[in-house]
């Protein structure tokens, strides 16, 4: 199971930390991955990092702004999200999948946070 938090509202410019606790598994056996879903647009992946701790992939909109990382003690993923913008807004997940590279494509993860609102406001 996995749970998601740390969602809220923000300015722009500012930051958050989105968590992505995980229960009954080890999330270093799965490549990790945070998706968004903006309101009117499907589901888009934003950044993975796979099973080995590779380096970490992200979308063109926010890398350079957005760092995913993995605690094994915690067994938990975060995101790190700083340079908030308004086009961040929206409703992101964290996935699992049993496979060790990333995809963009939701049908291959196979577990799935229930998602934590970031809305970026001023």
């Known amino acids: 199971q996995l749970q998601a938090s ?13 968590s992505c606790a995980a229960s009954g598994l080890s999330l270093y056996d799965y490549t990790i991955a945070w998706f968004r879903q903006a309101p009117g647009k499907e589901r888009e992946e934003i950044s993975c990092i796979n099973r080995s701790g590779g380096r970490p992939s992200y979308a063109d909109s926010v ?3 957005f760092t995913i990382s993995r605690d094994r003690a915690k067994n ?3 995101l790190q999200m700083n ?3 308004p086009e961040d ?4 997940y964290c996935a699992l999948a049993a496979r060790g590279l990333c995809s963009p494509y939701e049908s291959y993860y196979r577990y799935w946070g229930q998602g934590t609102q970031v809305t970026v406001s001023s």
């Open 6 to 18: 740390g969602g809220g509202l923000v300015q722009p410019g500012g930051s958050l930390r989105l």
């Open 63 to 65: 890398k350079a702004r």
């Open 76 to 78: 938990a993923a975060y």
């Open 83 to 85: 340079s908030l913008k």
């Open 89 to 92: 807004t929206a409703v992101y």
